[in-house]
């Protein structure tokens, strides 16, 4: 079994940073890609930020230059830092892997809430 575990949500004021983290356990072989997904209230999940295992990352155009998507190789962690949050950020955030465990699987994990108050 693989499992990923997103932490670090919470409220915050507009301006304001969070720093979310995606721990990935389990019979992991190898870890892909990944990246950092968020649902706002009768939204679809989108594409926030995403980093490959060479390190490329992309980002959507709503959060380039405020937020920065990282990876702790040696942790199998990746790490979202969001900074100068405004309230339209406010949403679930996913991390999501796509890892070998024999087998290449996509993952998700719980989700983690974000709230930013204006």
């Known amino acids: 079994q693989v499992q990923l575990v997103e932490s670090g949500g919470g409220l915050v004021q507009a301006g304001g940073s969070l720093l979310l983290s995606c721990a990935a356990s389990?019979?992991?072989?190898?870890?892909?890609?990944m990246g950092w997904y968020r649902q706002a209230p009768g939204e679809q999940r989108e594409l926030v930020a995403g980093?490959?295992?060479?390190?490329?990352?992309n980002y959507a155009d709503s959060v380039k230059g405020r937020f920065t998507i990282s990876r702790d190789y040696a942790k199998n962690t990746m790490y979202l830092q969001m900074d100068r949050l405004k309230p339209e950020d406010t949403a679930v955030y996913f991390c999501?892997?796509?890892?070998?465990?024999?087998?290449?699987?996509?993952?998700w994990g719980q989700g983690t809430q974000v709230t930013v108050s204006s």
């Open positions: 389990g019979r992991i072989v190898s870890i892909n890609d």
């Open positions: 980093i490959t295992n060479g390190g490329i990352t």
């Open positions: 999501n892997a796509r890892l070998r465990t024999g087998p290449v699987v996509v993952t």
